[in-house]
Nanobody
Framework: QVQLVESGGGLVQAGGSLRLSCAAS????????MAWFRQAPGKEREVVAA????????DYADSVKGRFTISRDNAKNTLYLQMNSLKPEDTAVYYC??????????????WGQGTQVTVSS
C-alpha cells in the first residue's frame, strides 16, 4: 500500500495562487494513478483532477478547468496541484488519493489526511 501526506494549503486572497503537494511513501508511486479531491463544509467530497501513472493523461472537473493543473514527479514520489485564479468557492479541505486505475470516476483506495485551503474575497 501507499501512504500519502498533503502540504501547501493556506489562506490566500481571491485571484491568488497556491501549489499543493502530496508526498507518497510505501509501494512504488508510479504503480498508482492519482487524484485530488476536495470537501467544503456541508458539502460532499468532489473530485478535482486526476492523472495517470506516468502523467501522460490528465482530467479535470469543469469547475477548475483552465485554473488548476495536476502533475506528478515519480522520481520524487510527489503529486502536485497548481491552483491559479482562486475563488472563494474553492475553499475546502483538499485530499490526494491513489488508485489502481486512472480517471475522475476511478475507485480510490488510499487517502491522505487533507490540507485546508481558504480563499478570502
Amino acid at each position: 500500500q501507499v501512504q500519502l501526506v498533503e502540504s501547501g494549503g493556506g489562506l490566500v486572497q481571491a485571484g491568488g495562487s497556491l501549489r499543493l503537494s502530496c508526498a507518497a511513501s510505501g509501494r512504488t508511486f508510479s504503480s498508482y494513478a492519482m487524484a485530488w479531491f476536495r470537501q467544503a463544509p456541508g458539502k460532499e467530497r468532489e473530485v478535482v483532477a486526476a492523472i495517470s501513472r506516468y502523467g501522460g493523461s490528465t482530467d479535470y472537473a469543469d469547475s477548475v478547468k483552465g485554473r488548476f493543473t495536476i502533475s506528478r514527479d515519480n522520481a520524487k514520489n510527489t503529486l502536485y496541484l497548481q491552483m491559479n485564479s482562486l475563488k472563494p468557492e474553492d475553499t475546502a479541505v483538499y485530499y490526494c488519493a491513489a488508485a489502481r486505475s486512472y480517471g475522475l470516476r476511478a475507485e480510490y483506495d488510499y487517502w491522505g489526511q487533507g490540507t485546508q485551503v481558504t480563499v478570502s474575497s
